[in-house]
């Protein structure tokens, strides 16, 4: 049993990683790539992973949805629409290797995460384990859920970086094995665990943790918000609970387009987070395709993504991107004299964290983020997030199929002028 | 503008025929059920085409910092415009959303009891069942509404409603009331103020749903001070789908939290509706273009035209067909008119909007919803801008063939 996610290894990859594009042969990719997104010159985007982007193509497409709506809305919404929704699903459970009914498109993870929060029974005496490295969405929303029930209560696990997948492993099924000691009468029910978690960015051990975590009968959710387009996704194979993953994230679609896979034994209990007419109509698929009325051009753009990515291949992309945030994690640790976080390459997704060699953690300046926020915009025309993590100060890089290594050494300079500068104000 | 300077059917202005270039229809295609699902014109689209290229140009400034001067931006100048604190608004998607905003935010317990009409919007009362559903004794109080009715007698229903319940003395309490402002079919403007002022007058909070209000009547929320109020900027106001406005009274704004909690969470109204998570927000953003499309013309004068317009082209429809319209009062007339199909047999297999839908949409490229309300079947007809008369005389004919040979198949 694979206890690592390693990129190609899952059935759907056969093409030997040597002939695949590479920060030393990016092949199609790289700063050819430009044109065929909206960045304007001189601007380098380093912050995909916040809130994606989309190609020309991906827009053209969403204006055709748009257009077509508008020269019959009745026709579009009462006749055309639901068709339409279905086949993106059916594209996106081939792609993901699952029953196209257990699929529902949504807005985003939020919406996704409190679809199914919201709808769950939680009793008093309920438990919901998450981990401390969750989204703050995803926290908020249970501890709404706490604040909304009586006695049921959260159960949060730290994780502090650099682990291991096993530390991270053990680590959760520690303060499991201790809950299950008291023998207090409460029962986890839940479990919120990231595939990739957001700040840091870290690509977990996922299959490992879903099966851990079922084997002691807990419900597991796993926030997949980074997931497709970043990693391979076989939803068979990981057979969790619940998932969601963000398709306008690193699949290219147009802000708004998600997709939450909820298995047919749980969706007699799962209603969307705004009711409407098709409620106890016995069908998942009514109760989810029609949200009110909206603009569903953003999520009909997910067909216009895939078409996109076809011409270069999943695998292309994937490991393009994986070996560009290796290696660009690598030259950028070089330059400021630090090291990335995660200690092994198959933690690293397509988002790697640099430390940032600040002498005062506590410095007044990154006390919040706005001031490098309007710095890095203003004088240097980047971004990329920075923040504090087990005691040091981190940078967060996204790579891409626009970016090439040279564009991580720029951004690597950029952070040692910064840093040096910061450092320089305190002595 | 006087009264008698502004347009009217017979008198179009600036509007009719003339206002087809501004919008995205095809050539052979009319518009007659923008109750339904709204539309927009092109510089709207444009426009919201333009913030999305913008947003693209540099995502992070967006998200993180612009997006907040726009969203306060768009919500001064529609507090502007319905007569309310900026501080009580904020920007959703539509009114289900709005709806469930509310209802799965507020606090029932067992006892409680909910007040609908029966003419309320089909997903508005399934929400209520909903919770319903998930509450131990919370129930739906429906009161039966069949049209025509007078204001009078409808208040009065609602009224016998509430006394009745008042009767029962068994310890239940009637927490909220949702009332139409204009009900969507059959389409009816409703005495709104005083059945807020009603509900009130009982103790129960009042929710407006005013999906059908803002761009179709004047809104004036200082005045009407409901608790709640939701209204689709998209429907009447001509901004693109997925841009609806929701009002919650600041005595309130501590129990509600959006649909789907984000970071904000317990960080005040404004903050927590403020992040609805990543999506694209030039449907929100439309708002701005769309107000400015209407001010060229000016609030009565829309207003002036397309009522007129309902109640002329009604009357004209309604005389073609030989029958009337649902509401013999004018105003109870927005912009959409209920007129009286003559189905004769009115169980017929294709006497039901599914099957009356398909025959107009392929053989004669129009569509209005045809509903039964009481004993008879109606289709609801929208007046707009972009119509005029002989266009409403057209759909008549159109709908008389149709029924013509539907009691001839009976």
Known sequence: MASTHSQVSLQTHRTPTSSLPSPAQPGPFGHKQRKNFFMPEGKTEFNHGSYGTFTRSVQENMMKWHNLAE????????????????????????????????????????VGVNTVLRSLDFAPGDRILQLSTGYISVDKTVHYICDTHRDVQIIEVPIVMPLTDHEIVFHIEKVIQEHLAK??????????????????????????????????????????????????????????????????????????????????RFQNSIHPTAIQGDYKSGSFELEFSWNGTMDYSTILSIEGALDFRKQYGEDAIIHYCHRLAVEGGEKMAEILGTNVLTPHEQQVGNMVNIRLPIKNINHPKIETPDYLIRLLLDKYNLFAPSYKHGGYFWTRVSSQIYLELGDFVHLGHVWKEVIDELNAEDS | ????????????????????????????????NHGSFGTF????????????DRVEKNPDLWMRRDLYTALDDIKTQLSEFVNC?????????????????????????????????????????????????????????????????????????VEDALKQHKELKDGSKIKLGIVDWISSVPSVV???????????????????????????????????????????????????????LLYVAKRHQHLIHPTSITGEYSQGFAREFGWAGTQDYSSLMSILSALTFRKQYGEDAIISYTHSLALEGG????????????????????????????????????????????????????FTPAFRHGDKFYTRVSAQIYLEVQDFVRLGNIWKEVVDELNASA
């Open chain 1, 183 to 264: 023998k207090d009468g409460s029962r986890i029910r839940l479990a919120m665990i990231d595939w990739i978690s957001s700040v840091p960015a870290v690509l977990h051990p996922i299959k490992a943790l879903v099966d851990m975590l079922r084997s002691y009968g807990i419900l597991v959710f796993v926030d997949a918000a980074h997931a497709i387009g970043q990693v391979p996704i076989d939803l068979t194979y990981l057979n969790p609970d619940f998932l969601i993953t963000n398709c306008h994230k690193w699949l290219y679609s147009v802000r708004g387009s998600a997709v939450l896979f909820v298995p047919k």
């Open chain 1, 71 to 110: 020269e019959n809305p009745d026709r579009w919404v009462r006749l055309d629409l639901k068709p339409a929704l279905t086949k993106v699903r059916t594209q996106l459970a081939e792609f993901m290797n699952c029953d196209r009914d257990e699929l529902a498109l949504v807005q985003n993870t939020t």
């Open chain 2, 190 to 244: 409703h005495p709104v103020k005083e059945l807020v002022d009603l509900l009130h007058s009982y103790g129960a909070l009042v929710y407006v749903d005013g999906a059908h209000s803002i761009g179709q009547v004047p809104v004036d929320l200082s005045y009407l001070r409901p608790d709640f109020y939701i209204t689709n900027c998209h429907k009447w106001l001509f901004s693109v789908r997925g841009s609806a």
């Open chain 2, 85 to 157: 604190d900026m501080e009580e608004l904020a920007l959703v998607t539509n009114t289900t959303v709005g709806i469930n905003t509310v209802l799965r935010s507020l606090r029932f317990d067992p006892g409680d009891r909910i007040l609908v009409l029966s003419t309320g919007y089909v997903s508005v009362n399934q929400t209520v069942r909903y919770i319903c559903d998930t509450h131990t004794d919370v129930k739906v109080i429906e009161v039966p509404i069949t049209f025509p009715i007078s204001d009078k007698d409808m208040l009065t229903r």
């Open chain 2, 315 to 366: 009357k004209a429809m309604a005389k073609i067909l030989g029958t009337q319209t649902l509401t013999p009062d004018d105003h109870h007339v927005g912009n959409m008119v209920n007129v009286a199909l003559p189905i004769k047999d009115l169980n017929h297999p294709k006497a039901n909007t599914k099957a009356l839908m398909e025959i107009l949409m392929d053989k004669y490229n129009v």
């Open chain 2, 41 to 52: 014109p092109k510089v709207v689209q444009d426009d919201m085409r333009a913030w999305h």
């Open chain 2, 1 to 32: 503008m006087t009264s008698a300077e502004l347009p009217t059917a017979a008198n179009p202005g600036p509007f009719g025929h003339q206002q087809r270039k501004n919008f995205l229809f095809p050539e052979n295609y009319t518009q007659f």
